[in-house]
């Protein structure tokens, strides 16, 4: 039974308390105070509560209960099922303001929106929800995300249209003044409500869109980058394809354990594909970028925790001597795919690029098979939203020649220039010395980094890159 105070409060909200009743809100004493309790109900049985204190905003639910959306059986009205949409939002009482607006089939998600980007929504405890609808979400054709409008609310509905599908998803735009479906009730009425819900946006998936059709994005996610004087130029940054080149031989490889190392031991899934390395060497490598010494220099224990990264975080992609698949790039990305899926990799570095059995179109020049490959994995990083780094030889030089190699000179087409995010080159004029070149040539715009070159030694004390300072300055 509800308390005339939290009767007064729900009224206050512009919500119909009829409606209160209806889903058996009702207010409850402890030690604490008075709490509105919100029951979550399934096929009629009550499976959890959501507790809210009005008089300050407090929330817990029922210690154990499992996570599921409250007005979940909305899921499988007939009218549901036949097509209409079902609206999601981010607290009941936003979902209880659209239904006194008169929107017909609203669910709630139980527990708030992230306060920051969701790494594996797939994977994430918060979303355990999912698995519990998922056959009823399946049959929706329709889904509206009314998340608030802040940053927590657009990294919610990140994670919402990345498990429902966007082609399934549109988009609340909010009117001025407010965040929420229940600030447009407050500040202009029910009808505004209504309306605001009948004019939801779809997500934008292909095609041509004006600026206002596209949703707040949350903020860019970004890796430490293992290489410390390139941190201000360069970053990791899931969904992009960046392209690493230099000369054969000079230490490229050295660069790659530096950033793979680094994210290893900030638990960051990565599959490699180290085709010209033997594992054991990779692993040596990787083992000595995390510990940030040689491994005569380290305890047990410490190499013991370096493997154990390794170990949890590294997923290979290898062919043995007998298999006869042919290493192609569809062979390739469809095992990226099982690492990510399997494994929770964040990260894919192909090892080098012409290692990959390149099987061409009838009639496909070499440049085209480039950039329709480059397309492809620019895909798989967008869809899967991982980094994907891409070790790429440059032509060999003239004879006599010794430049600082580009993208546009690498083998096979200027597709390496035009279709990377981001371009690095690992260059060292004298492959006798410790001295060497870090440039990088491109970072597409709105990405963070910034393009330029440092000159840098490898200290082979801690196995780190920094900067020579008394290098100079000409090309």
């Known amino acids: 039974m509800l308390h005339e105070k939290h009767r007064a409060w729900i009224e206050a909200r512009m919500i119909d308390p009829a409606l209160a009743d209806k889903f058996g809100l009702a207010s409850v004493q402890d030690r604490e105070g008075y709490w509105l309790t919100v029951p979550y109900t399934e096929r009629g049985e009550t499976i959890n509560h959501k507790w809210r204190l009005t008089s300050e905003k407090r929330h817990r639910m029922d210690q154990g209960a499992p996570l599921l959306l409250w007005n979940a059986d909305a899921l499988r009205h007939p009218e549901v099922l036949a097509g209409a949409p079902v609206v999601i939002t981010e ?38 929800w999912v698995y519990r609808h998922l056959a009823d979400l399946d049959r929706v054709k329709q889904f509206i995300i009314a998340a608030d409008g802040d940053e927590a609310g657009a990294n919610l509905a990140h994670d919402l249209v990345s498990l429902l599908g966007a082609e399934r998803c549109r988009w609340v735009k909010y009117p001025e003044l407010c965040k929420d479906l229940n600030d447009i009730a407050l500040t202009y009425g029910h009808a505004a409500v209504a309306d605001a819900v009948m004019r939801a946006k779809p997500y934008p998936i292909k095609g ?83 510990l940030k010494s040689h491994e005569r220099d380290a305890s047990a224990e410490a190499i013991g925790a370096a493997d154990k990264l390794i170990a949890d975080n590294l997923a290979i992609v290898h062919q043995a001597v007998d298999e006869d698949d042919e290493m192609d790039l569809e062979w390739f990305l469809d095992r990226c795919r099982a690492a990510v899926i399997q494994y929770g990799v964040r990260v894919v570095v192909l090892d080098p690029w012409n290692e990959l059995e390149h099987q061409r179109r009838p009639g496909e020049t070499e440049t085209e098979y480039t950039g329709r490959a480059l397309r492809a994995i620019k895909r798989f990083a967008r869809k899967f ?61 709105g990405l963070p980094g910034a393009k330029g070159k440092v000159a840098v030694t490898l200290d082979f004390r801690t196995w780190e890159f920094v900067e020579d300072e008394g290098a100079g300055q000409n090309d």
């Not at 209880?96 to 920051?116: D, E």
């Not at 430490?224 to 490889?253: D, E, H, Q, R």
Request: aromatic share 8%; hydrophobic share 40%; charged share 20%.
């Open 91 to 128: 607290g009941e009482w936003d979902a209880l303001a659209a239904m006194t607006a008169g929107v017909p089939h609203v669910v709630s998600i139980p527990n708030g929106a992230p306060s920051g980007v969701t790494a594996e929504p797939e994977n994430a405890k918060r979303y355990a």
């Open 385 to 445: 939203n991982v980094a994907f780094w891409v070790v790429a030889h440059p032509a060999k030089p003239m004879e006599g020649a010794r430049g600082v190699p580009k993208l546009y000179q690498i083998s096979g087409s200027a597709h390496w220039a035009n279709k990377a995010d981001y371009g690095l080159t690992y260059h060292r004029r004298d492959a006798t010395k410790n001295a060497a070149e870090l440039h990088v040539s491109k970072v597409r715009m």
């Open 208 to 290: 041509l869109f004006r600026v206002e059709d596209f949703p707040p994005r949350g903020p860019l996610q970004t890796f430490p980058l293992g290489v410390k004087p390139l941190m201000s130029m360069l970053s990791i940054v899931p969904g992009t394809l960046t392209v690493l080149t230099g000369y054969a031989n000079i230490g490229k490889s050295t660069v790659l354990n530096s950033v793979v190392g680094e994210l290893l031991k900030s638990g960051i899934g990565v599959c490699m594909a180290p085709f010209e390395t033997d594992i054991p060497i990779l692993i040596e490598g990787l083992r000595r970028s995390i």
